[in-house]
């Protein structure tokens, strides 16, 4: 189970890399495009044309590519996905519930599969 989790989650921190670096390139060939876009994904979480166009140039002042990751991918590049934590959350997490089973029904490994069926073997 804890595989599979890091799988994922360094599936989705390669797509968020990759998205990254097209950003980046986009700012480069372009950046008076970017601040444009970004001036339009500002106006449309509800600020004015002009409140949107201000905000955009100051926060491409502070940090461009901050700044369009946040508003146009959805996520701040400092904090990335980080598979080997997720893994290490999943395998806690499985070990916590073979040892909340192991209290609900001591004796056993595994827990009850709900089964009150007499012909029925249980798990």
């Known amino acids: ?16 890399q990759a998205l990254l670096q097209q950003e980046w390139r986009e700012l480069r060939a372009d950046p008076s495009a970017e601040l444009d876009e970004l001036a339009a994904l500002l106006e449309g979480k509800g600020l004015s044309a002009a409140t949107a166009r201000t905000a955009a140039e100051e926060l491409t002042d502070h940090d ?53 069926s007499p012909s029925r073997r249980c798990c």
């Open 1 to 16: 189970m804890a595989l599979g989790e890091y799988v994922s989650v360094s599936a989705q921190r390669d797509t968020e």
């Open 64 to 116: 461009p590519m901050v700044a369009h990751a946040e508003v146009e991918l959805g996520f701040d590049p400092a904090e990335l996905t980080k598979p080997w934590q997720a893994r290490a959350v999943v395998r806690l997490v499985v070990q916590r519930g073979r040892v909340a089973a192991a209290d609900r029904h001591p004796g056993r490994t595994r827990p009850h599969c709900g089964s009150r």
